[in-house]
């Protein structure tokens, strides 16, 4: 059994180090069990290249292609793959416990908006001097927002209280 190919990609032509192959020619007809040299001269004699498809089958699994292009369509899979992938970000909204209502439709706007574009949004709510001493206020104002969201969201994260500030996360549904 030999070893998965050390460098980016398949091996081609002489990099194939087995000494049998199954082949498979330029048009997908399985042409069966051969030398790797035969496979090789056959490649040439299209004017392609032998590719290995398969390094851990035994015997490796080899094709008659175009390598040029084969590199070519796969970096455009990558590339169309990557288009549609959609990165999560954690958006920050910083409130305060003694917020004053048009701030916090503000806010919430915000919020909103993050989640529809699916976004997660971390939910900081900062106290300041004494009112550490008040933290139910700020509990409140967390569990308003949570409400306000709840038909859009998911609490990923429950409130907790780390050094002078209370986070929480909400993620979209």
Do not use: W
Not at 3 to 22: L, M
Not at 36 to 55: H, N, T
Not at 146 to 170: G, I
């Amino acid at each position: 059994m030999q070893a998965a190919p050390s460098r980016d990609g398949p091996r081609v032509n002489e990099e194939i180090r087995s000494v049998q192959v199954r082949l498979i020619d330029q048009d997908g007809e399985m042409q069966g069990v051969m030398s790797a040299r035969d496979a090789m001269l056959r490649a040439f004699s299209v004017g392609l290249d032998l590719l290995e498809i398969s390094p851990n089958a035994d015997p490796p699994v080899c094709k008659i292609l175009d390598f040029g292009k084969y590199k070519y369509e796969l970096q455009k899979k990558k590339n169309e793959a990557k288009k549609k992938q959609k990165v999560i970000e954690i958006k920050e909204i910083k409130v305060r416990p003694n917020i004053d209502e048009n701030d916090y439709q503000v806010k919430m706007r915000a919020m909103k908006s993050f989640i529809e574009d699916g976004d997660k949004v971390k939910v900081t709510l900062r106290f300041r001097g004494r009112e550490m001493a008040h933290q139910d206020i700020g509990i409140r104002v967390l569990e308003r927002i949570r409400s306000e969201l709840e038909t859009e969201t998911k609490v990923e994260q429950m409130p907790r209280l780390e050094n002078r500030q209370m986070v929480m996360v909400l993620s979209p549904r």
